[in-house]
């Protein structure tokens, strides 16, 4: 496999195989692809290869995603590229845009023999229906927002289908002292995950597919060199207010002292410990916080059921001590039956 500089990447050395057509699982109608190749030789002695593109550096804020397919529950995982260098990103993108046209002259120049397109499909319906490579984020009216980082999102192979394709993260832990050759380490997946990983990506794009319901170039990264990583940054949407806070000089004075104030209360009601069940206190009482008997509760909510009321409503009747209980009707609210009460014993109560 030839590994190419995104500089370096000619879009017109890329070519294609011939069209292949399989069936979906379960009978549910086929698909077609062309695997791509890349000219490492002359335009008359063409020598074709599989090929992986090194992206510039770029960086996952995120670091591994995972995703659940909502109607097949499949797992897959998937890592954002976004360069961090504004010139390399765009060059990038550039290279990707006239990626994606080359491949929809494959795909027109193959119509007839691809799955779901017909043989009067225009080249501009198909370079329109290809999905993006790279993608910039946009306003509501679809106009690119000044000064945005192009970005994509690559695809990772976990392995399952043959351990020797995973897609693999890889740190140098120094080099052979007989060959000179750097020593690299692969790192855990799970330390990738909801970190900020800064990386140079190996990107192998592999086909183009025709499908019902789309076309798409897919690839997946085969393997990264890790620069850094660290505790993701929190992106706050509310970005503009949070500039304007930042910049009064007695913001975050006002803060640590809301801060030291609250610490200090929550110290206090740790020592303090949790309150105990109490009674209400009424006039000439003291406030002590004395358990109530669980007989004088039972006293309590029987005098406060004593004389419920019943009101009729078109056969819908109400038992109420505390309100009304509402039902909303055509006729407008009316009240309507809530469950009884318990039975609740009698105590005598001693004067």
């Known amino acids: 496999m030839s590994k190419i500089n995104f500089r370096d990447f000619d879009v017109d050395r890329v070519m294609v195989e011939k069209v292949e057509t399989k069936p979906v699982p379960d009978n549910k109608g086929n698909y077609s692809f062309m695997k791509f190749r890349y000219n490492v030789g002359t335009p008359e002695a063409p020598i074709k290869k599989p090929f992986t593109l090194e992206f510039p550096r770029c960086t996952a804020n995120r670091g591994i995603e995972m995703q659940i397919d909502d109607n097949t529950g499949r797992v897959s995982f998937s890592i954002q590229a976004k360069p961090d260098d504004p010139t390399e990103a765009e060059e990038l993108y550039e290279k990707m845009s006239l990626f994606k046209k080359k ?37 509501k009216m679809g106009i690119r927002i000044p000064n945005s980082t192009p970005s994509m999102y690559l695809k990772l192979d976990d392995g399952s289908y043959d351990i020797k394709y995973k897609s693999q993260f890889l740190i140098a832990v120094g080099t052979n002292p007989k060959t000179g050759k750097v020593i690299t380490k692969p790192l855990d997946w799970e330390d990738l995950k909801d970190m900020r990983v800064t990386y140079t990506p190996l990107v192998n794009f592999f086909r183009v597919f025709s499908g019902q319901l789309l076309r798409t170039i897919q690839s997946k990264m085969r393997s990264a060199t890790v620069h850094d990583l660290r505790e993701p940054e929190i992106v706050n949407p509310q970005e503009e207010l949070a500039l304007e806070l930042a910049s009064n000089p ?31 206190t009424t006039e000439g009482e003291t406030s002590s916080s004395t358990p109530i008997d669980p007989m004088e509760a039972a006293n309590i909510v029987a005098a406060a059921t004593k004389g419920m009321i019943s009101t009729e409503d078109e056969g819908n009747s109400v038992t109420s001590s505390f309100g009304e209980y509402m039902k909303g009707s055509v006729k407008g609210p009316i009240l309507s039956k809530i469950p009884s009460l318990p039975t609740v014993p009698s105590v005598d109560i001693e004067s």
């Open 103 to 139: 491949v929809a002259q494959f795909l027109y120049e193959n119509r007839v023999e691809m799955e779901h397109i017909k043989p009067t499909t225009s080249l501009a319906f198909i370079l329109e229906d290809l999905k993006n490579i790279m993608y910039v984020p946009t306003d």
């Open 250 to 280: 007695d913001y975050m004075k006002q803060i640590e002292a809301g801060l030291k104030l609250a610490r200090e209360r929550a110290a206090a009601r740790a020592l303090e410990g949790p309150p105990s069940p109490s009674r209400g």
